[in-house]
């Protein structure tokens, strides 16, 4: 038995949080610390046991940590973080800017690679195990169609921006797919979807007081690139029920490609997720994949990764021979 | 533009057939010839350009192929050809004799790996797509239960199962999920379920003139590992309903993984397949990953494979910056 996979934790909010619980379901990690920008005494982590330390600190612990798990946004934090850790350190994170994708990978790659570490880059569920199954989707049935849906789900960037709207204290939003247009793409019949075909947006807002509700609602469902090109429902709710009915955060969705084959048989994969928690989720895919980070290094796969170089035995802690037998 | 892969197809029954169909559908690809064990000119390809050939010449095709997809079945063909083969050429399998497989692996490696040849066994969608939905939801939620359901499909080994009986002329057997499992599964409960809650088998049987009805259904519904788990119903019909009814090969089942993570939230992972043709999509999985075994071979990874080691990224035609940009 070799010894444990030494983790590291890199900021510490809801994703931190699910990393250290997801990190306890593992027998073959021990978890090294939990680093932070905030004060570290102002932090409490689920397992007390566990040390907090200063972000600071982390140049420190270079040959303590197999793996530093980066949890920090995707926004501000991780286009610095990402290429500054990743000279230090084997990295996981979840950078999930889709567009910017590309440009990130370059920049990581350029630290981790002549440093020796690997990184791999926009791990969760989407990006992640969404896109695994949309390479999958294409790959096997080349002639066919691939659709992505998501929700029912508390979208975060959807939420947000209904919270910066001026006369809104709180806010949140779910996504949720059209069950017919799930039902038609089901079915095999490789139907063509507009936006507002695939999912509705419903909105619980919180007002401030005074504010004019009719302006708020106009502000959202107008609201380009977020809201106008979807049918939305906004509806006005006390501070109290946000609180109560609204603070989780389920999500979930799924990934469809339909196709032929031969003289024209119909053949549907569909790969979906139920979540109660989103954060929690995407913590543990991360931990997977801190594995997959450590074994690749190990054999001197070196520089910037994403699921797609990953192959799927390296994310467990059995063997080659014990999959062989107990899994395929 | 690098030169297309030549493929070359071992076998040419429903899978040999399937794979010629899939290759017209992957530019990156060219189908050198059809290898059989009949007589080359009683076989009738779909694409009549393409050069049906004795297996014995396969021998004079060891610098005009870059992988032979073996389509043989895992009884009688798939144990001597994968050996044999595999140590001339890169191959992909659909070895699915679960039980057997760790031993198939170590006799295809032994060839395979002094030869400098890849070989990547076991490929579909049970082995196959199924398993590596097995190990991910394992790996990504450790705390929780995989259910994996089969059907409606017709199962080809509980029919030939049924066909041997004395007095049956033809039959045909249909492996059912049971719709309240499935659902209790779904819901994130992790049921204990046994064989006989899962699945219901249903048999269409065509007796020899004379047989006794009553005999051959007893035999059918009391045969051990077969059918005495499983409540299972026998309907008996005439040759013609046989053909007209139930010629087509439909079949697909679900790999769910129910886990909780955090304080108890429910995760539920579900990968489901929907096929028309069982044996083209197959076939269409085997073209699939007859490029990821081209790839790995032209990096100097030989030997015998499973999915477990094949990295998504090698299943695609596109370049790993395409796939970053266009799917991750």
Redesign the interface.
């Known amino acids: 038995m070799s010894r444990k996979i030494r983790i590291g934790i890199a900021g510490y909010g809801n994703l931190g949080?699910?990393v250290e619980?997801?990190i306890a379901?593992?027998s073959d990690m021990d978890l090294i610390g939990v680093f932070t920008r905030r004060n570290p005494s102002d932090v409490k982590v689920v397992n007390e046991d566990i040390p907090v330390y200063a972000f600071d600190e982390l140049k420190d612990f270079q040959n303590k940590i197999d793996v530093l798990i980066l949890c920090g946004g995707s926004k501000n934090d991780l286009p610095i973080q990402g290429p500054a850790l990743s000279s230090m350190f084997n990295t996981v994170d979840s950078y999930d800017t889709?567009a910017k994708?590309?440009s990130y990978?370059e920049a990581v790659d350029a630290s981790a690679k002549p440093n020796g570490k690997t990184a791999i880059i926009?791990v969760g569920w989407d990006?992640g195990?969404f896109?695994?199954n949309?390479?999958?989707g294409?790959?096997?049935?080349?002639?066919g169609e691939t659709y992505t849906f998501w929700g029912k789900g508390l979208s975060q960037g959807h939420s947000d921006a209904v919270r910066r709207i001026d006369g809104v204290k709180g806010a949140v939003q779910y996504t949720i797919p059209v069950p017919d247009a799930v039902d038609r793409v089901?079915s095999?019949s490789q139907p063509e979807l507009t936006t507002r075909e695939k999912h509705t947006r419903d909105c619980y807002v919180v007002l401030e007081e005074g504010a004019d509700s009719k302006a708020v609602e106009h502000a959202i469902v107008t609201m380009p690139d977020y809201f106008v090109d979807y049918d939305t429902k906004v509806s006005f709710i006390s501070e109290e029920e946000l609180k109560n009915t609204h603070s989780a955060m389920p999500h979930g969705g799924f990934v469809i490609r339909s196709g032929k084959?031969?003289?024209g048989?119909?053949?549907?994969?569909?790969?979906?997720?139920?979540?109660?928690?989103n954060p929690?989720?995407t913590?543990?895919?991360l931990v997977?994949y801190a594995?997959a980070a450590y074994k690749m290094n190990e054999k001197g796969d070196v520089g910037a990764k994403?699921?797609?170089?990953?192959?799927?035995?390296l994310?467990?802690?059995k063997t080659?021979?014990e999959?062989?037998?107990e899994?395929?």
Request: hydrophobic share 40%; proline share 7%.
């Open positions: 949080r699910g619980y997801a379901e593992c889709h994708i590309p990978f926009s990006p195990l896109s695994i949309r390479l999958f294409e790959t096997v049935l080349p002639n089901r095999g084959t031969g003289e048989n119909a053949q549907v994969i569909e790969y979906s997720l139920t979540l109660e928690s929690e989720f913590s543990s895919v997977a594995r994403t699921v797609f170089d990953v192959a799927p035995g994310l467990s802690p080659a021979a999959l062989r037998k899994l395929l």
